[in-house]
Nanobody
Framework: QVQVVESGGGSVQAGGSLRLSCAAS????????MGWFRQTPGNNREFVSA????????VYADSVKGRFTLSRVNSTSTVYLQMDSLLPEDADRYYC?????????????????????WGQGTQVTVSS
């Protein structure tokens, strides 16, 4: 089992920045990838970004590409989502997830079905 806990959400004005953190614990040596998703109540959970733990390869949703940066720190099993140039439409509840599934292409990590371990989420509010 792997547990993930998000932190770093908050309120910011449009154009501002926030950094979300996600700390993994438990059997972290089994993790193959971690991802971030976001969700507005009543909508499906939307992919934001993912990172392959070994090697650090990343993938981003088109809506955040160039504004968000995902990174990891191996020693603490933590990933960081740096969010810059925030827009009102980025306001959502952000969820971190982890998986031990290994797929040949990083695109497989853009779907919620890939991930077995989820955090409780952290709220991001962006005012215009």
């Amino acid at each position: 089992q792997v547990q993930v806990v998000e932190s770093g959400g908050g309120s910011v004005q449009a154009g501002g920045s926030l950094r979300l953190s996600c700390a993994a614990s438990g059997r972290t040596f089994t993790m193959f990838a971690m991802g971030w998703f976001r969700q507005t109540p009543g909508n499906n959970r939307e992919f934001v970004s993912a990172i392959i733990w070994s090697g650090g390869r990343t993938v981003y949703a088109d809506s955040v590409k160039g504004r968000f940066t995902l990174s990891r720190v191996n020693s603490t099993s933590t990933v960081y989502l740096q969010m810059d140039s925030l827009l009102p439409e980025d306001a959502d509840r952000y969820y971190c997830a982890a998986t031990n599934l290994k797929y040949p292409q990083i695109q497989y990590y853009q779907t919620t079905r890939t991930y077995a371990y989820w955090g409780q989420g952290t709220q991001v509010t962006v005012s215009s």
